[in-house]
């Protein structure tokens, strides 16, 4: 049989010797072989800092997202071949899917945010705003983050072989840092095909994905202080690799996915008829069968009112009976196998601890009728729902059967519930069914710093909820004490995690020259050209419009007053205005000092301005009292190129009075066309 190659250095290794086999988890069969002997670590890894880095950050964030875009959209036209090369791995075409489309919706999530989210024009990141670090703005202290010259190597479970590489690999390319794929080795032929498609759409600078086919051999001996390590898969693992002698001496990042004894609690309102408790019963269930249970974040223990746990085990176990188990090619079949006969052997073993605790409800670990399959040669297993009598045997919020299995534990006070879903030691996640607010929120403060994610399931959100512990790109993604202590995913978080943050001192003259950001105090140029007449090519930052003084009157402010309806008194009377603390009398609007403002600086004829898209940050910092001169200052701040003809401006705008004192400071967005006139 043949041995998988690893993909480093830019071509296709295969590694020598037998290598170790890769089971179809429905027939037995062999489908190949994983060996990384004569793979050269150290060069991979060189490969990658050496090649694929600096490619990476030649890019723009914009032009990152459009590779991840156009990657996410190719990896979707092969998703039936996919498809098809899962089922062997045991997964129902349900099961695929919520891996496959998955990872590959964390892609385009990912290149959607670094579109919308990131500077477009820049590889460097702004953390917050400048803080003046002197009296007189000349010295200022600005976060950024840039990427770090490593590499991000991923060690992913066999439980999502698509998913797990993909959502690693998505935050780590948009930061500029090329990644190392080492797949677990059930399920590394599907992870492999998906490495493949990846090279063979020609789409990314090379060095900035390689993959290994096997053991990691010495691989962690060279990781640097610019590598990072992501790991999914067991706590032992896990605390092994953290602990290796280079990860400890040289402080790599390591960021931990472990397995969970993840808790969903019934409110004591959910009983039987209410449509929460349906859907807790639903969604145990499904937590038990989807990806034969597993997944990291599945219910392991259900935790149910004492006077609710006859009702949740019979209708439970009513849905797990009509649970069709076999092979995942069946269209009647909704659970498949696990993924091999060790794993499925592993359960088998774990379940023994929890036996001598708990009783089963339903389910037989030995033995289970399958469709269109061979039960002893495929990984099959039934869904075992069990019961503990004593909610606080060690036992069963410490051992983890890593398959369809579920614990129904009894609590009798809200206290006690949030007292037992601790026990976990830490969570992916956690789930809360219940109809009551109050209650939901005593629960979610009581377990949050136990957990990562927290759903609140009820009648309002159900028909949008994604469900218990599926993954969203957009949220963290891991959890506190035994469930690893670090996170993926997370949005731009999980960009950040795989660049450095450093606290830049300077002037603002060198601060906006390293951000590319104008900064409050550095150089405007003021020129006979509005800047609204330049478009996005001729535009520079710092760029500045002066214009004024416009005088408000009385008249301006009870004008403005009756045309909106804002009558607010400090606009209004003048004796109420007076006894204001703030106020000496009658205010203008602040939104009418906003309005001058924009006629002052706007220029009206067409040209390449094509938008006014927001204002951001406003803050109003001085009354503006009848006979003040207001005066506006509009600098081109930052300025964004985006797909098409245009781009995005953005503003810093100051409107002064006659004593230079800031009585408005805010942010002005506008879309520019990219050249003008028009093409």
Same mark, same amino acid.
């Given at each position: 049989?043949?041995?998988?190659?690893?993909?480093?250095?830019?071509?296709?290794?295969?590694?020598?010797?037998?290598?170790?086999?890769?089971?179809?988890?429905?027939?037995?069969?062999?489908?190949?072989?994983?060996?990384?002997?004569?793979?050269?670590?150290?060069?991979?890894?060189?490969?990658?800092?050496?090649?694929?880095?600096?490619?990476?950050?030649?890019?723009?964030?914009?032009?990152?997202?459009?590779?991840? #875009?156009?990657?996410?959209?190719?990896?979707?036209?092969?998703?039936?071949?996919?498809?098809?090369?899962?089922?062997?791995?045991?997964?129902?075409?349900?099961?695929?899917?919520?891996?496959?489309?998955?990872?590959?919706?964390?892609?385009?999530?990912?290149?959607?945010?670094?579109?919308?989210?990131?500077?477009?024009?820049?590889?460097?990141?702004?953390?917050?705003?400048?803080?003046?670090?002197?009296?007189?703005?000349?010295?200022?202290?600005?976060?950024?983050?840039?990427?770090?010259?490593?590499?991000?190597?991923?060690?992913?479970?066999?439980?999502?072989?698509?998913?797990?590489?993909?959502?690693?690999?998505?935050?780590?390319?948009?930061?500029?840092?090329?990644?190392?794929?080492?797949?677990?080795?059930?399920?590394?032929?599907?992870?492999?095909?998906?490495?493949?498609?990846?090279?063979?759409?020609?789409?990314?600078?090379?060095?900035?994905?390689?993959?290994?086919?096997?053991?990691?051999?010495?691989?962690?001996?060279?990781?640097?202080?610019?590598?990072?390590?992501?790991?999914?898969?067991?706590?032992?693992?896990?605390?092994?690799?953290?602990?290796?002698?280079?990860?400890?001496?040289?402080?790599?990042?390591?960021?931990?996915?472990?397995?969970?004894?993840?808790?969903?609690?019934?409110?004591?309102?959910?009983?039987?008829?209410?449509?929460?408790?349906?859907?807790?019963? #639903?969604?145990?269930?499904?937590?038990?069968?989807?990806?034969?249970?597993?997944?990291?974040?599945?219910?392991?223990?259900?935790?149910?009112?004492?006077?609710?746990?006859?009702?949740?085990?019979?209708?439970?176990?009513?849905?797990?009976?009509?649970?069709?188990?076999?092979?995942?090619?069946?269209?009647?079949?909704?659970?498949?196998?696990?993924?091999?006969?060790?794993?499925?052997?592993?359960?088998?073993?774990?379940?023994?601890?929890?036996?001598?605790?708990?009783?089963?409800?339903?389910?037989?670990?030995?033995?289970?009728?399958?469709?269109?399959?061979?039960?002893?040669?495929?990984?099959?297993?039934?869904?075992?729902?069990?019961?503990?009598?004593?909610?606080?045997?060690?036992?069963?919020?410490?051992?983890?059967?890593?398959?369809?299995?579920?614990?129904?534990?009894?609590?009798?006070?809200?206290?006690?519930?949030?007292?037992?879903?601790?026990?976990?030691?830490?969570?992916?996640?956690?789930?809360?069914?219940?109809?009551?607010?109050?209650?939901?929120?005593?629960?979610?403060?009581?377990?949050?710093?136990?957990?990562?994610?927290?759903?609140?399931?009820?009648?309002?959100?159900?028909?949008?909820?994604?469900?218990? /512990?599926?993954?969203?790109?957009?949220?963290?993604?891991?959890?506190?004490?035994?469930?690893?202590? /670090?996170?993926?995913?997370?949005?731009?978080?999980?960009?950040?995690?795989?660049?450095?943050?450093?606290?830049?001192?300077?002037?603002?003259?060198?601060?906006?020259?390293?951000?590319?950001?104008?900064?409050?105090?550095?150089?405007?140029?003021?020129?006979?050209?509005?800047?609204?007449?330049?478009?996005?090519?001729?535009?520079?930052?710092?760029?500045?419009?002066?214009?004024?003084?416009?005088?408000?009157?009385?008249?301006?402010?009870?004008?403005?007053?009756?045309?909106?309806?804002?009558?607010?008194?400090?606009?209004?009377?003048?004796?109420?205005?007076?006894?204001?603390?703030?106020?000496?009398?009658?205010?203008?609007?602040?939104?009418?000092?906003?309005?001058?403002?924009?006629?002052?600086?706007?220029?009206?004829?067409?040209?390449?301005?094509?938008?006014?898209?927001?204002?951001?940050?406003?803050?109003?910092?001085?009354?503006?009292?009848?006979?003040?001169?207001?005066?506006?200052?509009?600098?081109? #701040?930052?300025?964004?190129?985006?797909?098409?003809?245009?781009?995005?401006?953005?503003?810093?705008?100051?409107?002064?009075?006659?004593?230079?004192?800031?009585?408005?400071?805010?942010?002005?967005?506008?879309?520019?066309?990219?050249?003008?006139?028009?093409?």
């Amino acid at each position: 049989m043949a041995v998988l190659p690893s993909f480093v250095g830019g071509s296709w290794t295969p590694g020598s010797g037998e290598g170790a086999p890769m089971l179809d988890a429905v027939t037995g069969e062999e489908i190949a072989r994983l060996s990384t002997a004569g793979v050269d670590m150290a060069s991979a890894l060189a490969h990658g800092r050496g090649v694929g880095g600096p490619a990476l950050r030649e890019l723009t964030f914009a032009q990152r997202a459009a590779l991840l #875009k156009a990657l996410g959209s190719f990896l979707r036209e092969q998703r039936e071949e996919l498809y098809a090369l899962s089922a062997r791995t045991g997964a129902t075409l349900g099961d695929s899917k919520f891996d496959i489309d998955g990872g590959i919706g964390v892609v385009l999530t990912y290149a959607s945010k670094g579109k919308r989210e990131l500077p477009a024009g820049s590889s460097v990141i702004l953390d917050g705003p400048a803080e003046p670090l002197g009296k007189g703005g000349t010295f200022l202290g600005q976060h950024i983050w840039t990427p770090l010259q490593g590499v991000a190597v991923q060690i992913n479970a066999f439980n999502f072989p698509v998913w797990g590489p993909l959502e690693k690999f998505a935050p780590a390319f948009l930061a500029g840092v090329p990644s190392l794929i080492k797949p677990a080795s059930p399920t590394a032929y599907l992870t492999h095909r998906l490495v493949e498609l990846i090279v063979e759409s020609g789409l990314l600078p090379e060095g900035s994905v390689q993959f290994i086919a096997g053991s990691p051999g010495d691989l962690f001996d060279h990781l640097t202080e610019q590598d990072l390590v992501g790991f999914t898969g067991s706590a032992s693992t896990a605390a092994k690799l953290r602990t290796h002698p280079t990860v400890v001496a040289n402080a790599v990042r390591f960021t931990a996915e472990a397995d969970s004894l993840n808790c969903s609690i019934l409110g004591p309102d959910a009983e039987p008829g209410t449509p929460e408790f349906d859907l807790y019963v #639903k969604a145990l269930t499904s937590e038990m069968t989807v990806k034969a249970g597993q997944k990291c974040t599945a219910i392991r223990r259900a935790l149910v009112p004492n006077t609710l746990l006859d009702a949740v085990a019979e209708a439970a176990g009513a849905r797990l009976a009509k649970v069709v188990v076999g092979n995942p090619a069946n269209p009647d079949v909704r659970m498949g196998a696990l993924a091999g006969l060790e794993q499925r052997e592993e359960v088998r073993r774990s379940l023994k601890a929890l036996t001598d605790v708990a009783t089963i409800v339903f389910g037989d670990p030995e033995h289970v009728d399958v469709v269109d399959a061979d039960a002893g040669r495929g990984a099959f297993m039934s869904p075992v729902l069990l019961r503990a009598d004593d909610a606080n045997r060690e036992e069963i919020h410490s051992v983890e059967a890593f398959g369809p299995v579920s614990t129904l534990i009894g609590y009798d006070t809200v206290a006690d519930a949030i007292a037992l879903a601790a026990r976990g030691k830490g969570s992916l996640a956690g789930s809360i069914v219940t109809a009551d607010a109050d209650l939901a929120r005593r629960i979610v403060l009581g377990v949050a710093p136990w957990h990562g994610r927290l759903l609140v399931l009820e009648r309002d959100d159900a028909a949008e909820s994604t469900g218990h /512990g599926s993954p969203l790109p957009n949220l963290v993604h891991g959890g506190p004490g035994r469930a690893g202590g /670090g996170e993926e995913l997370g949005g731009l978080r999980g960009v950040h995690h795989h660049m450095q943050r450093t606290a830049i001192q300077a002037s603002p003259r060198v601060l906006t020259a390293i951000t590319g950001q104008w900064t409050a105090g550095a150089a405007r140029d003021v020129t006979d050209e509005h800047p609204f007449r330049k478009s996005l090519a001729d535009l520079r930052v710092g760029d500045t419009v002066i214009a004024g003084p416009r005088a408000i009157r009385l008249a301006d402010i009870d004008h403005f007053a009756d045309f909106t309806g804002d009558t607010f008194y400090a606009h209004t009377d003048e004796e109420a205005a007076a006894a204001n603390p703030f106020f000496d009398g009658r205010v203008a609007h602040g939104y009418l000092v906003v309005s001058f403002a924009a006629g002052l600086f706007v220029d009206p004829e067409p040209g390449p301005v094509l938008a006014n898209y927001g204002l951001e940050n406003l803050r109003f910092l001085t009354p503006a009292y009848p006979g003040d001169e207001l005066t506006v200052t509009l600098t081109a #701040k930052a300025i964004t190129p985006r797909e098409g003809d245009y781009g995005e401006v953005r503003w810093d705008a100051d409107v002064t009075k006659q004593d230079g004192s800031s009585v408005a400071k805010y942010d002005v967005l506008t879309l520019v066309a990219k050249q003008w006139p028009a093409a």
